[in-house]
């Protein structure tokens, strides 16, 4: 499966981004997908997951409340509203497919891989 971000974009402190994650070459709808970033001089890290039928999402603490996972297996793509954004949020962030159907915080349980999508978030 092939997998598309997009979305990334530069904004203030404060401001909304939605990221989008379409797949081609295969249905979505039985992966479970995460969200990842990574910040320059950083290591990858989890952001957000959802399980194959968007029955289960799990947070990263740093995330939690101000950002939303969503899937819909009819358009094969999966969202990450980001709301409340902060500098610390700035990273290209990365969708990913797991072929376990249940979310998971750990990428190496991650099978395939966006190119990724800039986020800047100035104060």
């Known amino acids: 499966v092939q997998l598309q971000a997009s979305g990334g974009g530069l904004v203030q402190a404060g401001d909304s981004l939605r990221l989008s994650c379409a797949a081609s070459?295969?249905?979505?709808?039985?992966?479970?997908v995460g969200w990842f970033r990574q910040a320059p001089g950083k290591e990858r890290e989890f952001v957000a997951a959802?399980?194959?039928?968007?029955?289960?999402?799990v947070y990263a603490d740093s995330v939690k409340g101000r950002f939303t996972i969503s899937r819909d297996n009819a358009k094969n793509t999966v969202s990450l509203q980001m709301n409340s954004l902060k500098p610390e949020d700035t990273a290209v962030y990365y969708c990913?497919?797991?072929?376990?159907?249940?979310?998971?915080?750990?990428?190496?349980?991650?099978?395939?891989w966006g190119q990724g999508t800039q986020v800047t978030v100035s104060s």
């Open positions: 070459g295969r249905t979505l709808s039985t992966y479970a």
């Open positions: 990913a497919a797991s072929r376990g159907a249940s979310s998971s915080t750990n990428k190496l349980n991650y099978n395939y």
């Open positions: 959802i399980s194959w039928n968007g029955g289960s999402t």
